[in-house]
């Protein structure tokens, strides 16, 4: 199919350390004359600027579409590019988390990505920002579409071997994440939700979820979902190791009732309430306001940002256009798979 001047125009934010760039090049100029769409403008990341600003260039273009090759940096600051504009957000996941594209049910492998990118179908999700307050008074605005919080969370990523991530990709993380267990409820902090009166407790981590699952697939916000207008938030606050047991088996246990209502197709709520234990606590809101009795290191979407003393967190609903596959057809009841041969009268 043979572009147009009016055909819709795609440009790519990408990583040149995490792909093969003649390759990229080669699948997406080949994609995008297959589907009508005028020929591909390339955009490279650099360490100073991980994709909001080639990102904001293609936008102010009139670029229909942008596709974000890289891992979950790349695809966060893409993202915050993009909120509330009109142009669409392609996830091409070519990293080692890939937290967007998991929590998403998007291709994990880039042919597929781009592929979906092209012949997909756009939806909304959520996009929350974290405004972060150092310990010398300075403040910093932050995006994330997945998850931000302290804790156990950025100490995963602090402990997580960059050689060893290289290697085995995400599964590195649970070697990190082993690391981060240690601590109790050392963390003691106040916080208040909503602007309802403040409360202060300890904490072994405190996590703030617009998605539900951390890095291999572990299931912490159950009942997230990214375009339901809120954040889920989870407290741990484990006694030894025997309250980091009970969190797994509460995991567990919320995982199953998860799968019960799907299969009794009811929407209901596992988490929060009287599914909550004094190990592993449960909220919702659209604002989170927190301070810090010690300096703590705070990660957003995989990426460790700095040591914070206080930090508030706020969403805005639907404010960013995904791309995702279109789904197959839906079947009736009794209605014959596509193909299959139909017994003569």
């Known amino acids: 199919m043979r572009p147009n001047d009016s055909a819709p125009r795609v440009a790519v934010v990408f990583n040149p350390t995490k792909v093969d760039v003649r390759e990229l090049q080669?699948?997406?100029?080949?994609?995008?004359?297959?589907?009508?769409?005028q020929p591909p403008t390339f955009l490279e990341t650099s360490v100073e600027d991980p994709g909001f600003g080639p990102a904001q260039q293609a936008a102010e273009e009139g670029h229909t579409m942008v596709l974000a090759v890289g891992g979950d940096g790349t695809i966060?600051?893409?993202?915050?590019?993009?909120?509330?504009?009109?142009?669409?957000?392609?996830?091409?996941?070519?990293?080692?988390?890939?937290l967007l594209a998991?929590?998403?049910?998007?291709?994990?492998?880039?042919?597929?990505?781009?592929?979906?990118a092209f012949s997909g179908r756009d939806t909304r999700i959520d996009v929350c920002t974290a405004l972060l307050t150092r310990p010398d008074g300075e403040s910093e605005?932050?995006?994330?579409v997945v998850m931000a919080g302290i804790g156990v969370d950025a100490g995963m990523i602090i402990n997580t071997d960059d050689d060893l991530k290289k290697r085995v990709k995400f599964l590195a993380?649970?070697?990190?994440?082993?690391?981060?267990?240690?601590?109790?409820?050392?963390?003691?902090?106040?916080?208040?939700?909503?602007?309802?009166?403040?409360?202060?407790?300890?904490?072994?981590?405190?996590?703030?979820?617009?998605?539900?699952?951390?890095?291999?697939?572990?299931?912490?916000?159950p009942d997230a979902?990214?375009?339901?207008?809120?954040f889920d938030i989870v407290a741990l606050r484990p006694k030894g190791l025997p309250g980091w047991f009970q969190i797994v088996g509460q995991l567990a246990l919320h995982m199953g009732r998860k799968v019960r209502n799907r299969l009794a197709r009811r929407d209901g709520q596992v988490t929060g309430g009287d599914h909550d234990t004094d190990t592993l606590r449960y909220a919702t809101a659209t604002?989170?306001?927190?301070?810090?009795?010690?300096?703590?290191?705070?990660?957003?979407?995989?990426?460790?940002?700095?040591?914070?003393?206080?930090?508030?967190?706020?969403?805005?609903?639907e404010c960013l256009i995904i791309r995702e596959p279109v789904p197959p057809p839906v079947e009736e009841p009794g209605e014959p798979r596509p193909g299959t041969e139909v017994f003569p009268s």
């Open 26 to 37: 080669n699948l997406v100029a080949t994609a995008a004359t297959d589907h009508g769409w």
């Open 76 to 98: 966060r600051a893409v993202a915050a590019a993009l909120r509330g504009t009109d142009v669409t957000l392609a996830v091409i996941p070519a990293g080692t988390g890939n």
């Open 102 to 116: 998991r929590n998403l049910k998007l291709p994990l492998e880039i042919p597929a990505a781009v592929e979906a």
């Open 141 to 144: 605005e932050l995006d994330f």
């Open 173 to 221: 993380y649970t070697v990190g994440i082993a690391k981060s267990l240690t601590g109790g409820r050392r963390i003691r902090l106040t916080w208040q939700l909503n602007g309802t009166p403040a409360r202060r407790t300890r904490v072994h981590s405190l996590i703030i979820g617009n998605c539900g699952e951390l890095v291999g697939n572990i299931p912490l916000f």
């Open 225 to 230: 979902v990214a375009n339901d207008g809120h």
């Open 287 to 317: 604002r989170l306001d927190v301070s810090l009795a010690q300096p703590e290191i705070f990660e957003v979407d995989g990426d460790e940002v700095s040591e914070v003393s206080a930090f508030t967190v706020t969403i805005e609903p």
